[in-house]
């Protein structure tokens, strides 16, 4: 009886899983609704209005599907014309290909008809302001009944980029430039102490959990590959305090303190080091540059720093292999 159960419970369990399967329709990697496609969007590089408007039906409409704007009501044939001769006329090398390996796929379905999917790269550089516009533009095309003519259009597009293009002519303050701030006070103390080798002191105005990159770490391509911590950024300059004496850290010029308009804030600093060698007594100097990012509170919350290692004394540094 045990071995009847299981039996009929392993058949409903099989014919329950095949009851939720259900065909909608059928995928193709070719198929004429791909070429009506690709062509559309070769015209739409090209700015060509009449092909457009062959390829597309009366009531076309075109939208961008990651807008964030609620109102928005999609793009009309005439519109998507204007929007694809602003692109063409505007831009040098303006393309829309396929991205990476990808191809178009076109879908059958049984109730809602024929889409096809395709994921291209769009790009361009526009002619005016220098601007590079380079993201996914993926599509899916909605045809009419008897598949010749494309009638919905659904485009994804990095909205951001966009609206960094519509900016890139204009004038646009981004926060305010101070050139005296509390801020540029908490630096130049964090530097007059270093000075003086005081290197609890240093850090009296960072977080308990701020970050330090320099451009001496090792680097992957414009991001250092490692932060390190307060007590990691100590054991760093220790070796410095060492074996090298401070004859004195001159202010170049003065700290700028950008206070965006977004969260946070950066002070700029440059900086001359006069350094001696107390090994060799040689004499030399180290310019350097510092980024600190602020936090809401006013507490450093990251450090960069910029200068050439090598000139640093070779008796305690470790040479690369």
Same mark, same amino acid.
């Given at each position: 009886? =045990?071995?009847?159960?299981? @039996? ?18 059928? !995928?193709?990697?070719?198929?004429? @609704? $791909? ?11 090209? /700015? ?25 009501? /999609?793009?009309?044939?005439?519109? *998507? ?14 393309? !829309? ?8 796929? #076109? ?13 291209? $790269? *769009? ?8 601007? =590079? ?11 009419? #009944? ?8 659904? *485009? ?14 204009? @004038?646009?303050?981004? /926060? ?27 850090? #009296? ?40 004496? $401070?004859?004195?850290?001159?202010? $170049? /010029? ?29 004499? *030399? ?31 305690? !540094?470790?040479? =690369?292999?």
């Amino acid at each position: 009886m =045990k071995k009847l159960f299981t @039996t009929l419970l392993l058949f409903c369990l099989i014919t329950g899983v095949n009851a939720q399967k259900n065909l909608n329709g059928k !995928i193709y990697d070719k198929h004429p @609704t $791909i070429d009506i496609a690709e062509k559309f969007l070769q015209s739409y590089v090209k /700015g060509d209005a009449e092909a457009i408007t062959k390829l597309t039906t009366d009531d076309f409409k075109a939208y961008n599907t990651l807008s964030t704007n609620w109102d928005y009501k /999609g793009l009309d044939l005439k519109a *998507f014309i204007q929007n694809s001769q602003y692109w063409a006329n505007n831009f040098t090398n303006f393309s !829309i290909k396929k991205r990476g390996a990808s191809y178009p796929d #076109a879908l059958e379905y049984k109730k809602d008809g024929i889409w096809v999917n395709s994921f291209n $790269i *769009f790009y361009g550089i526009n002619k005016k302001t220098g601007f =590079k516009v380079e993201t996914p533009y993926d599509c899916s095309f909605v045809f009419n #009944a008897d598949g010749t003519k494309i009638k919905t259009m659904h *485009f994804y597009i990095n909205t951001a980029m966009l609206n960094k293009n519509a900016e890139s002519d204009q @004038t646009l303050t981004n /926060g305010i430039l101070y050139k005296q701030h509390p801020n540029i006070v908490k630096v130049r103390k964090m530097v007059s102490n270093m000075a003086l080798g005081r290197v609890v002191e240093m850090y #009296a105005d960072f977080t308990p959990d701020a970050e330090f990159a320099d451009i001496n770490y090792p680097y992957d391509t414009l991001f250092p590959k490692v932060k390190k911590s307060i007590e990691d950024r100590k054991k760093d300059l220790a070796p410095f305090f060492e074996n090298i004496e $401070i004859q004195g850290i001159d202010e $170049i /010029g003065y700290p700028d303190m950008l206070d965006h308009e977004g969260p946070g804030s950066v002070v700029d600093s440059w900086w001359s080091m006069r350094l001696i060698n107390k090994k060799t007594k040689k004499a *030399f100097k180290i310019l350097l540059v510092y980024m600190h990012t602020f936090n809401a509170d006013g507490k450093i919350e990251q450090e960069m720093a910029f200068y050439n290692g090598s000139q640093i004394a070779d008796s305690y !540094i470790e040479k =690369k292999k």
